[in-house]
């Protein structure tokens, strides 16, 4: 069973002459443990297609299956019930609450999951740690660098143990070794913690660190491209055990 | 002007917030206009009688202070001074008459004649008192010089109420029973209190009625042409010392003048309150709105616009919504003054006997709203756009676009400190203006203080939230103490509503209450005989000792005590009332609520040389028990030393002084009684004794009977139609306070929406949100309330305080059932301000929220 699963997904904005087909009978799938990058001209339907696949918006055609469960069989709730579990999102700007440190912004996932707040926020500086911006636990967003907010942003990403990671570009505001940090990061949250991810950007360095590359182009899957990573001996520890 | 249509596209780019702010202008200026401009009808009402008197070609009056008569002969000796040319002596005096015994077509009840006895001899026109003060004669004839005798001239509606023309017989109650006089003219209507009918007599008529031989109340003189009105006024003071006025009738201690200047007071007060609110939210709005664009300020800021450009693009921005908010707010405002006149018009007439006038604006007015619904709404926006014009190009490079606090600046503390002790002191300065403004700036403190104190509220209330709502409540808590400020302004619409709410509630529960808790304490008599009406004034009619004498001797009285009054000046020349009681039945049967000293009192005062004085008595002129008091009688200096300090019902607003009946007579000649209280036996038939006592009082004109049961509900009437009033306008203006509040609440969620989006897509539900939202809004309801809850009670404290300014002395007594309503109505309130932006919180579109700009 694949972690994503689409089928046709097609999303078009807009009607009449003013109409956009933003996403046109999308067919993918990721495997699990597997780093998706996707890359593609500004306007080709990237982030479209990462908003249907994390059920923030709905398709108008085809479907989406997360680790085999029919997106479009859920309820608004239970959609969001599926979210908070399964899938880590990573934005390129606003990934945090301005008005919550680090630490509650890590742990929000697991506290609007009805996890006591404590006991949350234990797991959270957990995440923190293994991201090494524990020592910024109780800055506020606009107290950290672009990098530090990102490494955040992963660690409440991560911090429900979920099957996916979405990312749009998620590097798109850091410099470039900043970048590579993070995609280095990226890359050990597949290797270490056996996540997937789908991660959209337009920097091939970033892409680099993917095991599969998809191109994209007027709303299409145009090419596909498998890079042979030099995959280092790393025990994988697995949290669902 | 090429900030204009920036601002212009803004505004229309965020419509709903627009028309949220639009409207907190409109609802201010509204109330300010709608009230403003019913006033001039109000105190037409009130004045009508009393402006009567005062004719433009006088140049001078004399009278005493409490309208009390004096010597005709009075009269040449002001001739007598150098410059006067001419002088005429009058008499104005009111006369109660018994409930239902007259009344105007139109089913007003004529509760008093006022008696205008005219010197017919006088000849200089500038005293138009022959043509009845300039009235419109309809039939018959005006007074004329040789007569004497008893002839009258009435008005239209008291002629057609009768049912008599010219020619024919109207009686009226005189000091000696019933009298008849001859109508020989009938005038047209008088200004607007029709159950105040003006009856003209030769002068001489009204002192036979009124048993005032060779006493008149008033003198009125004029200058000859180039006199020095200077010295005639200084050879006046020495003639005329202690206890007389030169100056046209003020009306004495006018019930209604009181009146007048309470509602004076309490429409300023409303106007003032709404414009702050309506200023509170419209700052808030702002500082939002400005917060929110940083990043678009600080693009233009980079592409090139000075600081002066952004801060007039804002300030257009408040003035287009100033200008739209006022001009629709002066029309809603006209509106709502004929909307009130038509509702309160009938409790009006029924109160007062006399109709409203027409709603009038006054140039005046149209000013002071102009500049108010400008001004304030500028003012509050001055500050964001100050803040909008600081912001730097750099701010458009940063991510996060939510206001960042610093934190809270010591200079904050300070200044809300001052303004606090300012606030208090303006408060409790005793002089009107003063208050006012206190009130403002002590309201100011709080919104300013507020932030420093709501992180200790929140998590005080915090694990009750936790409890109610779980962790949607732990996440609301959160939001509000990461973010005092914006919570400070979000409470301070409801704080503010709240505290006029309690305020205002608390002030009339003590005026009704109060009110009511006296009339207990001073008239539990199954029977009151009473002179005219219950309010007795000087000019009451009273019985002699013999009606008391008859009373008693019937058969199913048990007990009775009587009461007898005359106004006279203190020590200080100020009118005082002087109310004789007979101490031992009076201690029976009605009583005082003692402030100082008790009952025993009532013994001492039977010494001959102790009196009891009442509240109003006792601040007004700051004596308390053991002090002596002066009064001046008939022939010479009293003093009295001071037994107690107590109130009763009819006379609180009143400096009044109790003594025993045997003074009252020997010092101030007064035997006559103006109130009997009278208890039945137990198990007597109340119908028969009802008979006997109607029979009795056959023969004293103006005397009426009220039982127990009727006074109170009497009474109570008057108390409720007074609160509909007031709470058509309390409602009103917790109306802009809810407003406020969902203005407040909606522009945070609308700041919010990205977060709000976010939230959402890491795996809040809707109805998480919708409860984050609903949470946050309780709890910042509860701040409101706690702050309104303070501010209101010393508000009430205070504006209880004030009544006593416009005579009406009352105890505070605390709004416990106001405060329990007021809780709830805040708690109701914060939900209801909530539900909106809850909704429209837990609907947006994750993707479209996330791309909110
Ligand atoms: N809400 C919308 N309404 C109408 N058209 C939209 C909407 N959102 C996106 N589009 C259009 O759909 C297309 C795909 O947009 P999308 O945001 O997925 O592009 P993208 O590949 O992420 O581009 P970029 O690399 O610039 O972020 C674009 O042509 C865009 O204009
Ligand atoms: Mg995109």
Redesign the interface.
């Known amino acids: 069973m694949y972690v994503v699963e689409t089928e046709n997904l097609t999303r078009i904005y807009g009607s009449g002459a003013a109409q956009v087909t933003a996403l046109d009978h999308v067919s993918l799938h990721v495997d699990t443990g597997e780093f998706v990058a996707v890359m593609g001209p500004s306007g080709c339907g990237k982030s479209t297609l990462l908003?249907l696949i994390?059920g923030?918006?709905r398709p108008d055609e085809g479907m989406v299956r997360i680790d085999g469960q029919d997106l479009s069989a859920l309820n608004?709730?239970s959609l969001?019930?599926l979210?908070?579990?399964r899938i880590?999102?990573i934005?390129q700007?606003?990934?945090l609450?301005?008005?919550?440190d680090a630490l509650?912004n890590t742990a929000?996932?697991l506290?609007?999951?009805?996890m006591k707040?404590a006991e949350a926020q234990s797991r959270a500086a957990d995440w923190l740690e293994k991201l090494e911006v524990a020592d910024r636990k109780s800055h506020?967003?606009?107290e950290l660098s672009g990098g530090q907010?990102q490494r955040v942003a992963i660690a409440?990403a991560l911090v429900?143990e979920p099957s996916l990671i979405l990312a749009d570009e998620p590097t798109g505001?850091l410099d470039s070794s900043a970048a590579g940090d993070f995609a280095t990061l990226l890359r050990e949250t597949v290797d270490r913690w056996g996540r997937s991810i789908l991660l959209v950007t337009h920097d091939p360095r970033i892409s680099s660190y993917a095991d599969r590359i998809l191109q994209m182009k007027d709303g299409r899957i145009t090419e596909e491209t498998r890079n042979n990573i030099d995959r280092k001996a790393v025990v994988v520890e697995d949290h669902h055990a | 002007m090429r900030e204009l249509p920036l601002a212009i596209s803004y505004l229309k780019g965020r419509p709903i917030r627009s028309i949220m702010t639009i409207l907190s202008i409109v609802i201010g200026v509204m109330i300010m206009f709608g009230l403003n401009g019913m006033a001039p009808a109000f105190q037409d009402l009130f004045r009508s009688n009393m402006e009567s008197v005062a004719l433009s070609n006088v140049d001078l009056y004399v009278t005493r202070t409490d309208g009390s008569f004096f010597r005709q002969e009075y009269v040449q000796d002001v001739s007598a001074v150098q410059g006067v040319e001419s002088t005429t002596a009058m008499i104005v005096q009111s006369v109660s008459l018994p409930p239902e015994h007259y009344q105007t077509p139109d089913g007003i009840d004529v509760s008093t004649i006022q008696v205008y006895g005219i010197d017919t001899s006088v000849t200089d026109e500038a005293f138009n008192v022959m043509t009845a003060g300039g009235r419109r004669l309809l039939t018959g004839r005006l007074l004329q010089p040789g007569d004497t005798g008893l002839v009258v001239l009435i008005s239209e509606v008291f002629a057609e109420g009768l049912g008599i023309g010219v020619g024919e017989v109207v009686k009226l109650p005189g000091a000696g029973g019933w009298v008849p006089f001859e109508v020989v003219g009938i005038l047209d209507d008088p200004g607007l209190l029709l159950g105040n009918q003006q009856v003209f007599m030769p002068i001489e008529a009204a002192q036979d009625l009124l048993n005032k031989p060779n006493r008149v109340n008033i003198i009125m003189g004029r200058y000859a042409e180039g006199s020095d009105a200077q010295a005639i006024e200084l050879a006046m003071r020495s003639m005329f010392s202690r206890g007389y006025e030169l100056s046209p009738l003020e009306g004495g201690a006018d019930v209604w003048s009181a009146l007048l200047e309470f509602m004076n007071v309490i429409f300023t007060m409303f106007g003032l309150l709404a414009l702050a609110l309506a200023g509170l939210i419209m700052f808030n709005t702002f500082r939002t709105s400005v917060v929110e664009r940083r990043r678009d300020i600080g693009m233009l800021r980079a592409v090139g616009a000075k600081r002066r450009v952004v801060m007039r693009t804002i300030l257009y921005e408040g003035l287009i919504l100033a200008v739209l908010g006022t001009v629709l707010g002066m029309l809603l405002g006209v509106a709502f003054a004929y909307g009130a006149r038509a509702g309160l018009g009938s409790i009006f007439e029924t109160l007062m006997g006399g109709t409203i006038g027409k709603p009038r604006f006054e140039a005046l007015t149209f000013a002071v709203t102009i500049a108010f619904g400008l001004g304030v709404p500028l003012v509050s926006v001055l500050l964001p756009a100050r803040g909008a014009s600081q912001v730097t190009p750099l701010e458009a490079m940063?991510?996060?676009?939510?206001d960042?606090e610093k934190a809270v600046r010591r200079s904050r503390l300070i200044i809300g400190l001052i303004s606090l002790v300012l606030g208090v002191a303006g408060l409790i300065s005793g002089i009107f203006q003063l208050m006012a403004l206190g009130m403002l700036i002590f309201l100011l403190a709080l919104g300013l203080l507020g932030p420093l104190v709501i992180s200790p509220i929140t998590s005080f209330f915090n694990r009750a939230l936790y409890l109610l709502f779980?962790?949607e409540g732990?996440?609301a808590a959160?939001?509000i103490a990461?973010?005092p400020r914006r919570a400070a302004i979000t409470t301070t619409s409801l704080m503010v509503g709240l505290a006029i709410l309690i305020g205002l509630g608390g002030m009339l529960g003590s005026v009704y209450g109060g009110a009511l808790r006296f009339l207990d304490a001073s008239l539990r008599s199954d029977y009151i005989l009473m002179a005219g009406g219950l309010v007795v004034t000087n000019d009451t009619v009273g019985a002699d000792p013999d009606l008391a004498e008859t009373v008693r001797r019937m058969p199913g009285v048990e007990d009775l005590t009587t009461m007898r009054q005359v106004d006279v000046l203190n020590e200080d020349g100020i009118g005082v009332r002087l109310i004789g009681i007979d101490p031992p039945s009076y201690g029976r049967i009605a009583g005082l609520s003692f402030i100082e000293g008790d009952k025993s009192a009532f013994e001492r005062l039977q010494g001959g040389n102790e009196v009891i004085v009442n509240g109003r008595y006792a601040s007004q002129f700051g004596v308390s028990v053991g002090d002596t008091i002066t009064l001046e009688g008939d022939h010479r200096l009293i003093d009295m030393k001071v037994a107690a300090v107590g109130l009763d019902y009819l006379n609180m607003k009143l400096p009044t002084v109790y003594m025993d009946q045997a003074v009252l007579s020997r010092e101030f000649g007064v035997h006559n009684d103006v109130l009997i209280l009278v208890n039945a036996e137990p198990g007597v038939d109340r119908e028969d004794l009802e008979e006997d006592l109607l029979a009795a009082i056959e023969t004293y004109p103006g005397f009426g009977i009220i039982s127990r049961e009727q006074l109170y509900a009497s009474q109570k009437q008057v108390a409720r139609s007074g609160t509909i009033g007031m709470n058509i306008i309390l409602a009103l203006l917790a109306a802009p306070a809810l407003l406020g509040l969902a203005n407040a609440l909606g522009i945070n969620v609308i700041e919010r929406t990205?977060?709000i989006g976010?939230?959402?897509?890491?795996?809040?539900?809707?109805?998480?949100v919708r409860r984050m939202i609903v949470a946050e809004s309780l709890l910042l309801s509860l701040v409101g309330i706690a702050f309104g809850i303070t501010s209101g009670l010393l508000l009430s404290v205070v504006m209880t305080g004030i009544l006593e300014f416009a005579g009406l002395h009352i105890p505070y007594s605390f709004p416990g059932v106001g405060l329990l309503t007021s809780i709830a109505a805040g708690l109701l309130c914060g939900v209801l301000a909530a539900l909106i932006p809850a909704r429209r919180a837990s609907d947006l579109?994750?993707?479209s929220a996330?791309a909110y700009e």
């Open positions: 908003h994390g923030l918006d608004d709730d969001t019930d979210r908070r579990e880590g999102f934005f700007f606003f990934n609450i301005p008005t919550l509650d929000l996932p506290v609007l999951g009805g707040p506020r967003p606009d907010r409440r429900t505001n | 940063r991510p996060t676009t939510v960042q779980g962790q732990g996440l959160g939001n990461r973010q990205r977060e976010m939230l959402r897509a890491v795996g809040a539900k809707r109805r998480q579109e994750i993707v996330l």
